[in-house]
C-alpha cells in the first residue's frame, strides 16, 4: 500500500494544494514555518482522523471550512479517502463509495490494514522522536496489543467484575425458587391421590345412573301409552260437554222465543196504520205552502194599493201647477232672446266705468306735476351766465401768461450784466434795476390777488350754470309729461262720450231683462215642483189598477183552496205526523228484528237435532275407551320418583366431575409451575456458571501472565523481523535480542540488547547515536510489520533534527537502506543535505500566508 497522493484544501496555511509521491524517497523540503508538516497532518488526519490540535484549529484561517482527500494505491487497486472540517467524511473503493460516516470510514482503513495505533506508535515517526520508541516498548506493545485496555476490561471498577456483581445479585433472587419448588411438589403427590379417590367414586355413580335411566325408559313408555288414551279420553269427553252444553243452551234460546209469532201479527197491524197516517204529511205540507203564498199575495196588493193613491196625488199637483210651468217656459224663451243685448250692456257699462276711472287718475295727475320756472327763461339765463363763466376763465388764462412774461424778465434783470438794461436797452445800474424789480414784484402780486378774485367767481359762476343746467332739464321733462296726460284726457272724454250714446240705446232692452230674471227665479221652484211629478201618466193609473184587480182575483183563489186542504186535513198536526213517522221507523225495525229471530229459531232447531244425535255417538265411545285416570296418576307418581333418583345422582355426579377437574387443573397449573421453576433454576445454573467463567476469565487476563505470554508472543515476532531488518542496514551487529525483564525492577518490562559480532553482549545505552537510529527505525518496522503484516509506507517528520553532521549522514543512509523493507518513505525536512537521498522533490514555500508546493527537479 502507497500514498499516491495527498491534496489540502484550506487546510492549515494551505489554500490548495495537490501533492503527488512520485518517488520511493519522498522528500517535503522548505524553510520552517513553510507548510512541510502541514502535509504529514493532512495524510494523518485523512487516514486517522487524528490532529495536533483541536480538529477545528486545522482549518485555515479566513476560511469556513477545510477539506483533505488522500489516494491510496495497492496494485491495481485504490482507495481514496476523503475527510471535511466540518464532518463529512467518504471512503471509495477503486473510485466507487462505499463508506460515508466518520466510523465507517475508520473502518474501512483499519480494513486495508492501516491500523491507528500501531501507526501512530512506529512509522509515523515524528520531529526527533525516532529514539523514543526505546525508552517505553512496553507501553509501546502494549499500547499496539491492546493490553492497556485488557488491564482497563479487568480492574475491580472494570467491566468483566460489573458483571460479575451483576450475576452474584441475580443468582441471589433464584433462592427462593428452590423453597417453592419443594413445596410445588409436595402439593403435587396430595393432589393425585385426591384425584385417584375422587376418579373412584365418580366411577360407581356413572353405574348408578345407568340402571336408574333404563328404569326410567320402561315407566315412561308406560306413561305415554296411558297419556295417549288419557288424550282421546279427554278429547271425547270434551266434546260430549261442549255438546251438552250447546243443547242446553239452544233449548234455553228458543224458550225466549215462545211469543214471538204473536209480536210479529201486532207489529205488521201497527205498521199498516202508520203508514196511513204519515201519507196525510203531503196535504199538510200543501196547506201550509197555499198559506204562505196567500199571506204574500196579500202584501204585494197592499203595495200596489198604496202606489195607486201615491200616483193618483201625484197626477192632481202635476194638473195644479201646470199654468205657472207654461208661464215659465215662455219667460225662459224671451229672457234667451234678450242675453245677447243684455250681456253688451254690461260690456258697455263696466267699459264706461274703467274709462271714467282713468279720467280721474289723468286729472289727478295732472294737479300733482308743478311747474316752477318756464323751459324758456331758463336757457336765457343759462347762455348769460356761461358767458360771464368763460370770460371769467380767459381773463385768469391771460393773467398766467403776463405772470410767466414778469418773472422771466424779473430773472434775466436779475442775471444782467452792467451796463445795459435788458427791458429798455438804456444803460442799467443798480438803482435802476432795483426800481425795475421793486415794479415787477408789485405788479406780480397785483396779478396773483386778481387771480384768485377771478377763480373765486369763476368756481361760483360754473356752479350756478350746473344747478341751472339741471332745472332746466325737470322743466323740459316736467312739460312734455304735462302734454301727455291732457292728450290722454281729450282721448278719454271722446270714449267716455261714446260709451254713454251707445248705453243709453240698450238700456230699455237691459232694464226688460232683469225684470223678466226677477220673476224666473219667483217661479223656479214651482218649476222645479213641476219637474218632480212630470213624469207621472194617467195610463200608469189604469194599468196598476188593472193588475190590482187581478190580484186580488187570485186571492181570493187561494183562499178557497185553504178552506178545502184544512176541511181534508182536519184537526191533524204536523208534529203528530212527524211521532207518526218515527214511530213508523221503529216498528219497521222491530219487524226486521221479529223476523231475523224467525230465521235463527228455525236454524236453532235444526242445530238441536244434530246435537242429540252427536251426544248419543260421544257416549257410545266413551265406554269403549275403558279408561281409568287413577292408574295415570300413579304411573306419574313413579315416573318422577325415579327422575328424582336420576338427577339426584346426575348432580352429585356433575359436582365430583367439576371437582375432578378443578384438580386437575390445579395438577397442571402446579406441574407448570414445577417446570418453570426448573427452567429458573436451570437459569441460575447457568449464570453460576457464567459467573465462575467470568471470574476465572478475569482471574486469566489480569494474571501478568497471561500479558507476559502475549508480549513474548510477539516479541518473538519482532525480534525475529528485526534482525531481519538490521541485517539489511548493513550493521555489524551479529544479532538484537528482545526479552522481558525478569530480574528485580525489571520484571515485566521489555529489555533489548545487541550483541557484537565477537558475541558480546551490549546495552543499547552503548551503541553509537547513528546504530541507535538505526536500531529504532528497525524496531519500529519490525513491530509494524509483525502486527500488520508488509508495509506500505514510512513518514519521517524532520528525522534529522537535532543530529551532528556525522550522525545526520548515517541516518540518511540508514533511510536509504529502509527501502529494502519499507517501499516508500516521505520524508519532511529542512535540512538540504536530506536531498542526497531523494528521488522526489517537493519543495514548500510560503507566499504571504499561503502554503506553495512545488516539485523540484533533482540535480
Ligand atoms: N489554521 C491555520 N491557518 C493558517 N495557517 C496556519 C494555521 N495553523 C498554523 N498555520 C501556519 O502554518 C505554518 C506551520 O506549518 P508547518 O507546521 O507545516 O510548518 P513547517 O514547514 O513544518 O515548519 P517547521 O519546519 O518549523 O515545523 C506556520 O506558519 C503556522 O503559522
Known amino acids: 500500500m502507497r500514498i499516491e497522493s495527498v491534496s489540502l484544501k484550506d487546510f492549515l496555511s494551505h489554500d490548495r494544494t495537490q501533492v503527488n509521491f512520485k518517488g520511493e524517497i519522498n522528500v517535503i523540503i522548505g524553510q520552517n514555518g513553510a507548510g512541510k ?33 488522500l ?16 464532518a463529512s467524511d467518504y471512503f471509495y473503493e477503486n473510485d466507487k463509495l462505499s463508506a460515508r460516516q466518520s466510523r465507517e470510514v475508520d473502518k474501512k482503513v483499519e480494513s486495508i490494514g492501516l491500523n491507528k495505533k500501531v501507526m501512530l506508535s512506529t512509522t509515523f515517526v515524528k520531529q526527533g522522536e525516532i529514539e523514543s520508541v526505546f525508552e517505553d516498548l512496553t507501553g509501546v506493545l502494549k499500547k499496539v496489543m491492546m493490553i492497556d485496555s485488557l488491564e482497563k476490561l479487568t480492574s475491580s471498577d472494570g467491566k468483566i467484575k460489573r458483571l460479575i456483581d451483576a450475576y452474584e445479585v441475580e443468582m441471589k433472587s433464584y433462592q427462593r425458587y428452590e423453597d417453592e419448588l419443594k413445596r410445588v411438589s409436595s402439593d403435587i403427590l396430595s393432589t393425585s391421590s385426591d384425584i385417584a379417590t ?51 243452551q239452544i233449548l234455553n234460546e228458543l224458550d225466549s222465543y215462545k211469543d214471538l209469532d204473536s209480536q210479529l201479527a201486532e207489529s205488521q197491524t201497527r205498521l199498516k196504520e202508520l203508514q196511513e197516517l204519515t201519507k196525510k204529511k203531503d196535504l199538510i205540507s200543501k196547506l201550509e205552502s197555499e198559506t204562505k203564498r196567500y199571506q204574500e199575495l196579500n202584501i204585494v196588493l197592499r203595495d200596489e194599493m198604496k202606489r195607486r193613491d201615491s200616483i193618483k196625488a201625484n197626477l192632481d199637483l202635476k194638473e195644479k201647477l201646470e199654468p205657472y210651468h207654461k208661464e215659465y217656459q215662455e219667460l225662459y224663451q224671451k229672457q234667451r232672446d234678450l242675453r245677447e243685448a243684455y250681456e253688451k250692456f254690461r260690456e258697455l257699462r263696466a267699459a264706461l ?141 271722446q270714449e267716455i262720450a261714446q260709451l254713454e250714446a251707445s248705453l243709453s240705446e240698450l238700456t230699455e232692452k237691459a232694464n226688460q231683462y232683469e225684470l223678466i230674471n226677477e220673476r224666473l227665479e219667483h217661479l223656479k221652484e214651482y218649476e222645479d215642483e213641476y219637474n218632480s211629478v212630470r213624469s207621472y201618466k194617467e195610463e200608469d193609473l189604469y194599468e196598476l189598477e188593472e193588475m190590482l184587480a187581478t190580484h186580488e182575483h187570485t186571492l181570493h183563489d187561494v183562499k178557497e183552496e185553504i178552506n178545502n186542504l184544512k176541511r181534508e186535513v182536519g184537526n191533524l198536526t204536523r208534529d203528530q205526523i212527524e211521532r207518526a213517522e218515527l214511530e213508523l221507523q221503529e216498528v219497521t225495525n222491530r219487524l226486521n228484528e221479529l223476523n231475523k229471530k224467525r ?80 427452567t429458573k433454576l436451570s437459569e441460575a445454573n447457568k449464570l453460576r456458571n457464567e459467573k465462575e467463567r467470568l471470574e476465572k476469565l478475569r482471574q486469566v487476563l489480569s494474571e501478568s501472565r497471561l500479558q507476559s505470554f502475549l508480549i513474548s508472543t510477539l516479541i518473538s515476532r519482532i525480534e525475529n523481523n528485526l534482525n531481519d531488518i538490521m541485517s539489511m542496514f548493513n550493521m555489524s551487529f551479529s544479532r538484537v535480542t528482545i526479552r522481558m525483564g525478569s530480574t528485580k525492577g525489571l520484571k515485566g518490562k521489555v529489555e533489548i540488547k545487541v550483541y557484537t559480532q565477537s558475541g558480546q553482549e551490549l546495552q543499547i545505552g552503548l551503541l553509537s547515536g547513528g546504530e541507535r537510529i538505526a536500531l529504532a ?16 509506507f514510512m513518514i519521517l517528520d524532520e528525522p534529522t533534527t537535532h543530529l551532528d553532521s556525522e550522525r545526520r549522514t548515517e541516518l540518511l543512509s540508514i533511510i536509504r537502506d529502509s527501502m529494502n523493507v519499507v517501499p516508500q518513505i516521505i520524508v519532511v525536512t529542512h535540512d538540504e543535505e536530506v536531498l542526497q537521498i531523494a528521488d522526489y522533490v517537493l519543495r514548500v514555500e510560503k507566499l504571504g500566508d499561503v502554503s506553495r508546493v512545488k516539485e523540484e527537479v533533482i540535480q
Open 37 to 69: 508538516s502541514s502535509i504529514i497532518d493532512a495524510i494523518t488526519f485523512a487516514l486517522f482522523k487524528e490532529a495536533r490540535e483541536n480538529v477545528s484549529e486545522l482549518i485555515r484561517k479566513g476560511s469556513k471550512s477545510a477539506e483533505v482527500e
Open 71 to 86: 489516494i491510496l494505491k495497492e496494485g491495481s487497486n485504490s482507495f481514496k479517502v476523503v475527510r471535511s472540517i466540518p
Open 198 to 248: 375422587l376418579e373412584a367414586s365418580v366411577s360407581s355413580l356413572q353405574d348408578e345412573l345407568h340402571r336408574l335411566h333404563e328404569l326410567e325408559d320402561i315407566k315412561s313408555k308406560e306413561v305415554a301409552t296411558l297419556e295417549e288414551k288419557f288424550k282421546v279420553y279427554t278429547e271425547v269427553r270434551t266434546q260430549l260437554e261442549t255438546n251438552r252444553r250447546e243443547r242446553t
Open 353 to 493: 266705468c274703467e274709462r271714467r276711472r282713468q279720467r280721474d287718475l289723468n286729472s289727478k295727475k295732472l294737479a300733482a306735476v308743478k311747474l316752477v320756472r318756464k323751459a324758456e327763461d331758463l336757457e336765457r339765463e343759462l347762455s348769460l351766465m356761461s358767458a360771464e363763466r368763460d370770460e371769467a376763465h380767459n381773463e385768469i388764462s391771460r393773467l398766467e401768461l403776463e405772470l410767466v412774461q414778469i418773472r422771466k424778465g424779473r430773472e434775466a434783470l436779475i442775471s444782467a450784466n452792467e451796463g445795459k438794461c435788458p427791458v429798455c436797452g438804456g444803460p442799467l445800474d443798480e438803482a435802476h434795476r432795483k426800481e425795475l424789480i421793486d415794479k415787477y414784484d408789485r405788479r406780480e402780486r397785483e396779478i396773483v390777488g386778481e387771480m384768485e378774485s377771478l377763480q373765486r367767481k369763476y368756481e361760483s359762476l360754473k356752479r350756478e350754470v350746473e344747478i341751472l343746467n339741471k332745472q332746466l332739464s325737470e322743466a323740459r321733462s316736467n312739460e312734455s309729461l304735462i302734454k301727455t296726460i291732457q292728450e290722454n284726457l281729450e282721448g278719454l272724454n
Open 599 to 678: 230465521g235463527k229459531r228455525e236454524e236453532l232447531v235444526k242445530r238441536r237435532y244434530v246435537l242429540e244425535e252427536s251426544i248419543e255417538r260421544l257416549k257410545q265411545k266413551l265406554d269403549a275407551l275403558n279408561f281409568e285416570e287413577e292408574e295415570l296418576r300413579k304411573a306419574k307418581v313413579e315416573l318422577d320418583s325415579i327422575r328424582r333418583q336420576v338427577q339426584t345422582v346426575e348432580r352429585d355426579l356433575g359436582e365430583k366431575r367439576g371437582k375432578l377437574e378443578q384438580m386437575r387443573i390445579s395438577l397442571s397449573n402446579l406441574e407448570r409451575t414445577k417446570r418453570d421453576l426448573e
Open 777 to 792: 527505525l528497525a524496531l519500529r518496522i519490525a513491530i509494524a510489520r509483525s502486527l500488520m503484516g508488509e508495509l506500505g
